[in-house]
């Protein structure tokens, strides 16, 4: 009897075939395709019918069989983290606090133990990114198909629709939504002051003539709501405003009355735009008149105008001149009437300015010539 029982297991030990799986393995054992056992580390006998499949304990797992089957097991079950991800949704996964990949919708498995995982499950279905996800990992390329950026620089602010309807205002930074069918849009508008150029405008006068002015406005954005949301095109609208402002305000005067008070053309338009800015939200903050440009004949006739006037005030200032000039020698006749030494000084004078412009005298005529002389210089008769 004892000698047919060693018989047996003999037989049995040579139906037997040992295995060894090593640290960081596991082993799944199948017979004749049907899924038997799980072995972790260790040295096992296992029949020479039985395949023993090992798996890296620091990879993922990817079952050779359907998993629903294999985690029946609960042993199995009790060393493997599932991890199962839906249509609407994606997973961050992370290894040892490390960002590592991301889960499309599907059914994971990984190895418990060896490697720290931890597992962020995001919801597409919505715009917000409400998980916790470092900004770092928001930009790593793995995550670009999922996640829209939308950038609003230091000097602006932007309004963000939601599938057609207002949302939220935004302030300058970053911003990141998940990416999905709903419709994102984002208006931004610069908070810096701007200047509008209302360029080559042509306006009649009231008394029909046509001029072109060039003007300018500086405007600074206080509500943004008021200028993308209850309006459209608010610039275009301010730039509309600014001309029949300026165009009421020219036809009221002929062109003399204009040019004279051009400065008041600026103060006019600014007080008209005040209160219609308000509601574009926006604020006037300067404006001014740039340059006002005459029809060509209209400029002729303005400086042949400005001529005759510097021609008569040249003709005024001449008279006035001659008259004095006139009045002052009638003043110096009287005094040289009344004083014979005043006279002769006067002739003197004279003769002193001949003198300097004679280089040389011929004289002719004898002793009376110089008689003569005697006498202008002595002042004697």
């Known amino acids: 009897m004892i000698s047919k029982l060693k018989t047996k297991s003999l037989t049995n030990v040579r139906k037997m075939k040992r295995i060894r799986i090593n640290e960081g393995k596991v082993g799944l054992v199948f017979r004749k395709g049907d899924y038997k056992t799980v ?11 039985d395949e023993v499949i090992e798996y890296d304990q620091t990879k993922e797992f990817y079952p050779s069989r359907e998993l629903n089957m294999l985690l029946k097991d609960h042993k199995l079950a009790d060393l493997l983290e599932v991890v199962e991800v839906q249509d609407n949704e994606i997973v961050m996964q992370y290894e040892n606090g490390n960002f590592s990949k991301v889960l499309s919708p599907g059914r994971y498995a990984f190895w418990k133990d060896l490697i720290d995982y931890k597992f962020v499950k995001a919801d597409l279905s919505k715009i917000e990114i409400t998980e916790d996800v470092d900004l770092v990992v928001r930009k790593r390329r793995e995550l670009v198909p999922y996640v829209r950026v939308c950038k609003v620089e230091t000097y602006e602010k932007a309004v963000l629709f939601v599938n057609g309807e207002f949302n939220r205002m935004l302030n300058s930074g970053e911003y990141y939504f998940w990416k999905n069918e709903v419709v994102l849009n984002l208006l931004k508008v610069d908070m810096r002051q701007v200047q509008l150029e209302v360029s080559g405008q042509e306006i009649l006068t009231n008394d029909k003539a046509a001029l072109r002015i060039n003007f300018y406005g500086q405007y600074k954005v206080i509500d943004i709501v008021k200028a993308l949301v209850e309006n459209k095109d608010f610039e275009r609208q301010l730039y509309v405003l600014m001309q029949l402002a300026l165009r009421e305000f020219i036809g009221k005067y002929s062109l003399d009355e204009l040019l004279e008070q051009k400065a008041a053309i600026a103060d006019y338009v600014k007080a008209e735009l005040k209160s219609k800015a308000d509601n574009l939200g926006i ?23 400005l001529v005759a006037q510097k021609q008569a005030q040249a003709n005024v200032i001449t008279r006035r ?3 004095a000039s006139t009045r002052s020698l009638l003043n110096t006749a009287k005094l040289m009437e009344d004083n014979e030494m005043l006279f002769k000084l006067k002739e003197m004078e004279y003769v002193e300015k001949i003198a300097d412009k004679i280089n040389t005298i011929s004289l002719s ?6 008689e003569q002389l005697k006498e202008v210089f002595s002042g004697f008769k």
């Open 39 to 49: 072995i972790t580390a260790g040295t096992y006998w296992v029949s020479l019918f």
């Open 365 to 370: 005529g004898g002793n009376q010539v110089l």
């Open 321 to 323: 001149e001659e008259t």
């Open 283 to 305: 604020e006037i903050r300067d404006c001014g008149v740039k340059d006002i440009i005459l029809p060509g004949e209209v400029k002729d006739i303005m400086n042949q105008v």
